[in-house]
């Protein structure tokens, strides 16, 4: 029996999470309940199970951001890159026909790369079950035991009982308090967790059955990837011809044969802020804190501090999230809601509901500190052997200080080492680099001054990760 193939979809944004989560940083790569980000903890749960080496979907915005993720843990992956964001369908149609590429025909199990687990060992006895069903030619998704009446979550509806499962009669949208506490009082259903085992062909079969025009298309993209250095870049035309389906509208519902195996691992979806409080486990006042907090007289809330400290009295049922640049304050019972907040906040034109104050980048980071009419202030860190681009501006000049580490420094014709308290200038329109040639990482301050301080104003000369000079 061969191995199966994770399919991990890192695709998603988690605007449920914000401020924590952003559109350039979304919940997958954030550590919101170990030291290890959600993403790191989908791939280092795959250790329980005989696998090969994971096949990660992701936007192409995030490309750099997966594969640091993947160094930082030491692991192996093949990174596919989507223009846009299609839905699970065709994700999962793209992966199927990689992996036929070779004319293999593994078992794909598809993992999204932002839901916690707590008891790995109970996941990998229902991976187990569902594996045995997927050999019989089932498409087999997991259902997630209840263990209160959710609203956050759809449901799935379990019919006629099989070996290790049941049928799957029919998926229920996500239903209102009332609705949702007559389907756990049922017995029969179980929350939706979208997470599936299935042969390659086979979901190949029944989507050329039912939606031909979607796997056209993802056809299409495969024929026309191409690499772009570890990645392997979809077709841009051909997926965005591509209609944006769920997988269980497009096949689960109508699938010949699709199987629901219960799972009972302590699973969570960490989709929203009441969801990320229950998964952290509450104090005896039903409070979680994360960073530096002081309460007094709260209870049943929660609280993050990313950046000052954040005091509460005498509040109950909150979530008080604080980040660098931005804010949150509602009820608990409210978090579901945030998502319409966030396109508030993008309607109105603010950057916020895109990026964080940390932006990351190939190299490192950087973040601001401070900023005012022709002048900004930077926090930049390099990782080891990172290098940014060879690059000039054409309405600001720069001043590097180096906090802790070596910089490498080219300037113009000159390369020379900037060590721990020293400091250099870069005038407007000068060539410039800047690399970490050292084993720790490499942190100094920019300040930058000058008409315009826009990202956009780096024309870049060369660039080892082949960006281009609109490209983060």
């Known amino acids: 029996m061969r191995p199966m193939l994770p399919v991990i979809l890192s695709g998603g944004s988690g605007t449920r999470l914000w401020p924590l989560s952003r559109e350039q940083s979304p919940k997958q790569f954030l550590r919101l309940t170990s030291s290890l980000s959600l993403l790191q903890r989908t791939l280092t749960r795959l250790d329980g199970l005989e696998s090969e080496t994971p096949l990660l979907m992701g936007h192409h915005a995030h490309r750099f951001l997966m594969a640091e993720q993947l160094r930082e843990i030491d692991r192996a992956g093949t990174l596919v890159l989507e223009p846009e964001g299609r839905n699970t369908a065709p994700a999962i149609a793209c992966a199927a026909l990689l992996a036929g590429r070779d004319e293999a025909d593994p078992l794909l199990l598809v993992l999204p790369a932002d839901h916690e687990i707590e008891d790995e060992a109970a996941f990998v006895e229902s991976v187990a079950r569902a594996q045995a069903l997927a050999e019989q030619g089932y498409l087999v998704t997991f259902g997630v035991v209840p263990t209160r009446a959710e609203t956050g979550y759809g449901y799935i509806r379990c019919g006629e009982a099989l070996e290790g499962g049941y049928r799957l009669a029919s998926f229920i949208e996500k239903p209102d308090a009332d609705r949702a506490a007559a389907l756990v009082a049922q017995g029969d259903t179980l929350w939706n967790s979208g997470m599936f085992l299935l042969r390659a062909s086979h979901y190949l079969e029944e989507l050329e059955r039912l939606r031909p025009d979607i ?15 570890d990645f392997l870049r979809l077709s841009e035309a051909a997926f965005a011809e591509c209609p944006s389906e769920s997988i269980d509208y ?8 699709a199987a629901v195996v219960p799972l009972d691992a302590g699973w969570s979806d960490i989709g929203s802020f009441d969801a990320l409080w229950a998964a952290k486990a509450p104090d005896a006042a039903g409070n979680v804190v994360d960073g530096d907090v002081v309460l007094s007289d709260t209870c049943d809330s929660l609280v993050i501090a990313r950046h000052r400290l954040v005091a509460t ?10 980040t660098p640049d931005s804010v949150l304050v509602t009820r608990r019972e409210h978090a579901q809601q945030v998502k319409g907040l966030v396109a508030q906040l993008a309607l109105a034109g603010r950057e916020e509901a895109h990026s964080a104050a940390q932006v990351h980048r ?10 005012g009419e022709r002048y900004q ?18 309405h600001r000049a720069e001043h590097w200080v180096v906090v802790s580490g070596t910089a490498r420094v080219t300037i113009e014709e000159r390369t020379f080492l900037v060590s721990e308290n020293q400091s ?19 942190e100094l301050i920019e300040v930058q001054s000058g ?3 826009g990202e956009d104003d780096i024309e870049r000369l060369d660039d080892v990760y082949a960006r281009s000079s609109d490209e983060n």
């Open 451 to 453: 008409s315009y301080l």
């Open 377 to 394: 202030v930077k926090h930049i860190t390099v990782t080891p052997g990172g290098r940014l681009s060879l690059q000039r501006h054409h």
């Open 250 to 257: 497009a096949v689960m519902e109508q699938c010949r044969h």
């Open 215 to 229: 796997l056209m298309a993802c056809r299409a993209a495969i024929e026309g990837a191409h690499r772009d250095l």
């Open 362 to 371: 190939p190299w490192g980071s950087f973040q601001s500190m401070d900023s």
């Open 313 to 322: 009295h005498g509040v109950e049922d909150l979530v008080v999230v604080e």
């Open 424 to 442: 250099t200038y870069i005038p407007i329109g000068a060539q410039h680099r800047l690399e970490n040639p050292g084993k720790i990482p490499l």
